[in-house]
């Protein structure tokens, strides 16, 4: 029944470490699309996006199993839990790079943020893709101080966040209104696919220490 529950966990994880290069992936693509108003790339993060969200059930799907059939109690039960916390963040990145590719999408055949931008933008998707990419470590190898970089990640995308709001607000902004709002939502969905990563970190540090960050 022990090795049993420990294939079950393993292969949760695996759905997990999947998740992780699916979103990361996911960035990449909608970041090039982004920046170079490349409507292939935008159309793969949106049909993908269905493929992480059919992952985040069958994680689900398999923690509901093992929680129903096993009665994990102590660590284990920590594993599982985390599991399922992961998940749900891991989820909602993949989103964010969907909706960052529907924007892209949207403003096709020109590219959805203007010149003045892009190097903070740049910037945004570099933060994003190395967060993800620490992510997919730590689910594969759970890693309590790599995971608690993720925080110290965070406060460089917090940083150009504000950056970019800086350059919105400046009265010499030139690109009207609605570029102004596509930017801002934008910024937003980078920063909050950040913090998501922050959270799965969070919870990777719990798995391994036992203690809330």
């Keep these: 029944m022990r090795d049993e ?3 079950d966990l393993q292969s949760v994880g695996q759905l997990l470490v999947d998740m992780a290069e699916g979103i990361r992936a996911a960035m990449r693509q909608a970041t090039r699309a982004l920046l170079t108003a490349d409507r292939r790339a935008a159309e793969v993060v ?3 996006d269905a493929e992480i969200d059919g992952l985040y059930r069958d994680v689900e799907e398999r923690v509901c199993e093992l929680l129903a059939r096993q009665a994990p109690v102590a660590s284990d039960l920590r594993a599982v839990i985390t599991a399922l916390h992961v998940a749900a963040d891991l989820e909602r990145m993949g989103d964010l790079a969907d909706h960052v590719a529907k924007t892209a999408l ?3 055949p020109s590219p959805a943020v203007p010149a003045e931008l892009r190097p903070i933008f740049t910037d945004m998707a570099e933060i994003a893709d190395r967060m993800a990419g620490k992510i ?7 890693d309590a101080d790599l995971a608690a970089e993720l925080d110290r990640d965070d406060d460089a995308m917090d940083d150009l966040h504000r950056s970019l709001f800086g350059v919105l607000l400046d009265d010499a902004w030139p690109y009207g209104v609605e570029t102004a709002i596509d930017a801002t939502l934008l910024g937003r969905f980078y920063e909050r696919f950040a913090d998501h990563a922050v959270n799965a970190g969070e919870h990777v540090v719990y ?3 036992g203690e809330t960050v």
């Excluded at 997919?136 to 759970?142: E, F, H, K, R, T």
């Design 207 to 209: 798995l391994v220490t």
């Design 46 to 48: 949106i049909v993908r």
């Design 136 to 142: 997919g470590s730590v689910l594969a190898d759970p």
């Design 106 to 108: 949207r403003r096709h």
């Design 5 to 7: 529950f420990r294939a």
